[in-house]
């Protein structure tokens, strides 16, 4: 169905261009709108003015045609007269040369023969043939330029693609180096994950066997620790009793210096057995 907004007139002229456009064969379908009408519509205007304005150039130049021919003809036959001359008694390379004449009054697109039309035509042709040379030498400069680039831009091309080869390559060794050190990683934690549960079953085997505490490592350690501290604790008394050693004894001094240092070295003796016995 058409659409209501739009007129007779335009319904018309649509179909009338469609009908033209497909001739037999059916007109393929479309969705009717307002929209697809107005464009049809906009279509056919514009190949209609084309039509006509096709017609009226195809006209023109068959009207152009026909006064060729007809000024040629009559050129032909004043040419002809006026030497004396017809068509059946001119030799052929005199009608080759007329031919290669009307030829060239063609292509340089001149309308007579004259030697006044030829030379202003040959100029412009070669006033075309020194821009375009003109023309093809800045061309080849542009090309040479554009060859010097693209050599450039090759080099460069090279240069990048063997920079991405290395980095490929860079990239595969950290991947392996990275592999491998994860491999070690696993290896390491499955290590100390192996450590970790010796650890707890020795500990658990030390409990179940009540093991006194001093007697182990870390104990031991400290228990030497502290000896090593109670010795340097006992040089310095030892010095003092070295001046007392080269003296002649004198028994009631040297009875109490004894006495006093028998009560250092028993203190000591004391603590440090405490020392072990907490231990």
């Known amino acids: 169905m058409w659409s209501p907004f739009h007129s007779s007139c335009v319904k018309r002229s649509v179909n009338s261009w469609l009908s033209e456009v497909f001739g037999d064969q ?9 929209r697809t009408v107005d464009i049809l519509f906009q279509l056919a205007q514009s190949s209609e ?17 026909s006064e060729y021919q007809a000024e040629g003809a009559h050129i032909r036959d004043v040419l002809l007269q006026g030497v004396g001359l017809s068509c059946s008694n001119v030799s052929k390379p005199a009608s080759d040369y007329l031919s290669a004449l009307v ?22 042709l070669t006033n075309e043939l020194l821009e375009e040379e003109k023309s093809n030498r ?39 180096k990275a592999e491998e050190r994860m491999l070690n990683m ?16 020795a500990e658990a085997q030390l409990v179940s066997r009540n093991m006194n505490k001093s007697l182990t490592h870390q104990a031991i350690v400290q228990l030497s ?8 604790e006992i040089n310095p008394l030892k010095n003092k009793l070295k001046p007392y050693m080269d003296l002649s004894p004198s028994p009631s001094l040297a009875q109490v210096k004894i006495e006093e240092a028998k009560r250092e070295l028993a203190a000591i003796d004391s603590q440090l057995q405490m020392n072990i016995d907490l231990q």
């Open 26 to 34: 059916p007109v393929p379908h479309f969705e009717v709108n307002t």
């Open 49 to 65: 003015a084309r039509c006509r304005d096709t017609a009226l150039l195809s006209e023109d130049l068959k009207q152009k045609a």
């Open 103 to 124: 030829d060239n009054a063609m292509v340089l697109g001149v309308r007579d023969t004259s030697l006044g039309s030829f030379m202003p035509a040959v100029n412009n």
């Open 138 to 176: 800045r061309l080849e400069r542009e090309l040479r330029a554009l060859r010097k680039r693209l050599g450039t831009t090759l080099v460069l091309r090279s240069n990048l693609q063997e920079d991405v080869n290395k980095t490929i390559k860079c990239q595969s060794v950290e991947s392996a």
């Open 186 to 201: 696993d290896f390491v934690r499955a290590k100390a994950k192996e450590l970790s549960s010796r650890r707890e079953r």
């Open 225 to 232: 620790e502290e000896a090593t501290a109670l010795k340097q």
